[in-house]
């Protein structure tokens, strides 16, 4: 019993019931705006415009955990490192041997906040598109089957590849292959693992891949969806209006950069 | 060595109950077949006993060894596991390379291993083919490299998963022979089998398995025919009982010989 | 519906052929079965059918196989798809892993064929109802039981509508409860809807119950061809690496003992069986 590498959440919801092309495209527009936006605290303030869509899917608070659990490790690193490496600078904190500089802090707090509202545009996306519908979506716009099917397959068959590894291991330790030791022996631990995963694999992809054939994936010509994906004239205007926006914000941060502060 | 299963209990992730309060212990020496559909519990039981899995309530005693306190590695000298699928452990380029894993893993030395692998392709009718690749045999002869595998590593107990599933006629004499081989030389064995002719002819011991607990434990005479019990756990009796009893024949005949017997006293 | 006629194949590199000079004939609507030892070339004979051979196991391929009016050697593979459906023994491995609901797994061939959406949906829910996969239609496809799975592989391929359907040990990993379930539907589909059943399969209890005909291969050529009861009905055929049903077996030894019905066939079922012992 697997489930499918997923994030998404399934809820009903105004958001969820977007063209998975308009959710794209607000989170296109969020990362941009994102990591354009001006001055120390902007992305951080784009972060939190993420939050009124995203209370509309009631994802608001899987979508703070995930991106606060995500981030956590950059930011700790970036604090650490630029925060008390900065070369030169104007120190504001003295602990022994090591000083925090304030361009160092400055710069750690930006990027953390341009990661976060990366991270956020993309679990809005994630949390409130099932990926099927996105690959769809795609298909239906020109992008080639084998590629969609590939990202979706990705999803679903990583959690079994991760199972089936858990499996071997379990038999070869059943043999006496010792894997709760020190490093050296957990490293030793996963020669025997290597080639019934990847020989089971290949045999596994061949088989999936006959099957597809037999379920007709390999033939030329118009193919239809079970299921259609609800859109509309507003949404699509609204794509287009989020796609301009994204490049207006572009270029109105290029502009601010030419022209200096 | 005996084994003790007490009152154990285990959930998996995602709060799927899996066995609930199973009491079992099996004598040294015992040949136990361990029966009942998909899911009510089989391999998570089994999965215990080389402690691949802890009990989330109550504990397992390998011999006096509390399987919380082991590494499976360690288990492994006193219990071979082999899997269903040959497919999830093979992986040396050698039929003899993979039946050595397991001795020389438990410290075996080089000739005491070079005996052991030896015996054991021999017992399972693979002496020949010791220096073939085991991906170039077929499913059910890899099938046979595994139980070799587990033989080599002349454990007290055996836990078989499913041995006959897969196997032709040939297959199936050669696990059945092998049982008994075993049997003859002490060793303990438990197997997880659908396959009701085999569990008949070969364990004297059968404990039925049903939503994650044991809904009967006794001899196999006993047991077997128990339709309606039986029938909770979604399995039949063996073929012979079966006809028996549409006879109306008295007793559970587990053998042809048995049988023809009970049918002779019935028509004098 | 299938006619081969000396048919050879030698996979790649072997010297021995898989198939040696098979000539066979099966009417639409037979549910036929296919016996024999592990290599006798049962699965290659299914992948034959099917046009993985020669499509994607290359090899040497002689001889003539026509399915459903197609020359299998020349038709490519996504052509023969609507026509000849096939499932292998592993459940997951037919699982596309490109859906996420039952539903639209199983809906996945039909938008292949460029199906119209409300067939689509009627075609589908009427293979939901029919395969008892109506509660998991929308579960996804990889959290179902092995039983499960294999009905939605079986409902994946029958709802494209083929005129052949050809299986490879669909119930090894099957309880016997699950097995008896699957040959039950293919007797029915068979029956009803005449769709030609081949079936690989070691389960002879099973086969002399449902199917219509046995064929029984060794070292890739017929040796048995007939109706399951008396084809099966042969204690001696553990030889060629079949297990026969323990009734056969148990039926052979009585008479040795001078028991039971001296005349007549042995029986193979438990129907036949308490016949014979009455």
Avoid at chain 1, 101 to 120: D, M, N, P, Q, Y
Avoid at chain 1, 245 to 253: D, N, S, T
Avoid at chain 3, 23 to 49: D, E, H, M, R
Avoid at chain 3, 144 to 159: H, M, P
């Amino acid at each position: 019993m697997t489930t499918p590498f997923s994030l998404y959440l399934d809820r009903e919801t105004g958001l969820h019931r977007l063209h998975p092309l308009t959710k794209l495209a607000l989170a296109l527009f969020y990362l941009v705006a994102g990591i354009a936006a001006p001055g120390v605290w902007g992305s951080y303030t784009v972060f939190l415009l993420l939050l009124p869509p995203a209370l509309w899917g009631r994802i608001a608070r899987p979508l703070l955990v995930a991106a606060g659990k995500a981030v956590l490790p950059f930011a700790v690193s970036l604090f650490l490192v630029q925060g008390f490496f900065w070369p030169g600078g104007t120190p504001i904190l003295t602990l022994g041997p090591f000083s925090l500089k304030e361009e160092g802090l400055v710069f750690a707090i930006r990027s953390t906040g341009r990661i976060l509202a990366l991270v956020g545009s993309f679990l809005l996306l994630t949390l409130s598109t099932r990926p099927d519908r996105l690959m769809q979506a795609l298909g239906e716009r020109g992008t080639p089957q084998a590629l969609t099917y590939i990202l979706l397959t990705t999803l679903q068959i990583v959690p079994r590849f991760q199972e089936k590894a858990r499996t071997i291991l379990d038999a070869q330790r059943s043999r006496g292959l010792e894997t709760e030791g020190n490093p050296w022996q957990r490293v030793r631990a996963l020669l025997p693992l290597i080639q019934p995963l990847i020989l089971g694999s290949i045999v596994d992809i061949e088989e999936r891949a006959i099957a597809l054939e037999v379920r007709a994936f390999g033939r030329s010509g118009p193919k239809t969806n079970l299921v259609a994906l609800a859109d509309s004239r507003g949404q699509q205007l609204a794509r287009w209006l989020l796609l301009f926006g994204a490049v207006a914000v572009v270029g109105a941060r290029l502009f601010l950069a030419v022209t200096g502060p | 060595m005996e084994i003790l299963v007490d009152d154990v209990t285990f959930t998996y992730p995602g709060n799927v109950l899996a066995l609930d309060g199973v009491t079992l212990t099996v004598a040294s020496g015992e040949a136990m077949a361990l029966i009942g559909e998909n899911g009510a519990g089989k391999s998570t039981l089994a999965r215990h006993l080389n402690g691949l899995l802890k009990p989330g309530e109550g504990r397992v005693l390998v011999g006096e060894w509390d399987t919380r306190e082991h590494t499976v590695a360690q288990l492994a000298q006193r219990v071979a596991f082999a899997f269903q699928n040959p497919d999830d452990q093979l992986f040396a380029r050698t039929v003899r390379d993979e039946v050595a894993f397991g001795p020389r893993n438990l410290g075996r030395s080089a000739a005491e291993t070079a005996t052991a692998v030896e015996m054991a392709l021999e017992q399972v009718g693979l002496g020949g083919r010791a220096d073939a690749h085991p991906y170039d045999l077929p499913v059910a002869d890899r099938k046979l490299v595994t139980l070799a595998a587990v033989l080599a590593m002349e454990t007290p107990l055996l836990v078989l998963d499913e041995p006959t599933a897969g196997q032709d006629a040939e297959g199936i004499r050669r696990v059945g022979d092998i049982v008994e081989q075993l049997k003859d030389a002490g060793r303990t064995i438990i197997a997880i089998t659908h396959d009701m002719e085999f569990c008949a002819a070969h364990f004297g011991r059968v404990v039925v398995m049903a939503g994650g607990q044991i809904i009967a434990d006794g001899a196999a005479g006993e047991i077997l025919r128990q339709s309606e019990l039986l029938a909770r756990a979604d399995v039949q009796p063996p073929q012979l009982v079966r006809l028996a009893q549409a006879l109306g024949l008295p007793g559970t005949p587990l053998t042809r010989a048995a049988f023809l017997d009970l049918y002779e006293e019935k028509q004098q | 519906m299938i006619e081969a006629r000396h048919l050879t194949y030698h996979y790649p590199r072997a010297e021995r052929p898989a198939l040696n000079d098979l000539t066979l004939s099966i009417p639409a609507g037979q549910f036929c079965a296919v016996l024999g030892a592990n290599g006798a070339g049962k699965s290659t004979l299914a992948y034959a059918l099917t046009g993985f051979i020669p499509h994607f196991y290359r090899g040497r391929l002689e001889g003539k196989l026509e399915v459903a009016g197609n020359d299998v050697a020349q038709t490519p593979l996504a052509q023969l798809a609507g026509t000849v459906g096939f499932v292998f023994a592993n459940p997951f491995n037919q699982i596309t892993g490109a859906k996420f609901t039952v539903r639209q797994e199983i809906a996945f061939g039909l938008e292949n064929l460029g199906v119209p959406p409300t067939e689509m949906a009627a075609r589908v829910d009427e293979m939901l109802a029919r395969m008892g996969l109506e509660e998991a239609a929308d579960r996804s496809p990889i959290a179902l039981s092995g039983g499960q799975q294999q009905r939605l592989a079986i409902a994946s391929v029958l709802v494209m509508r083929p005129q052949v359907l050809v299986l490879d040990e669909p119930t090894s990993q099957l309880d016997p409860a699950g097995s008896e379930a699957i040959f039950r539907l293919l007797r029915t589909l068979a029956g009803d809807q005449e769709i030609t059943i081949f079936l690989a399969s070691h389960k002879v209890a099973l086969i002399a119950e449902f199917a219509d005909r046995a064929l029984i291969l060794s070292g890739g050529q017929i040796i048995d061809d007939g109706a399951p009861p008396a084809i099966l009905a042969d204690p001696g055929l553990e030889r060629l690496g079949i297990i026969p049903s323990a009734y056969t077996e148990l039926a052979h030894l009585a008479r040795q003992r001078g028991l039971g019905n001296a005349g007549g066939p042995l029986p193979v079922t438990l129907a036949q069986a308490e016949a014979f012992f009455r």
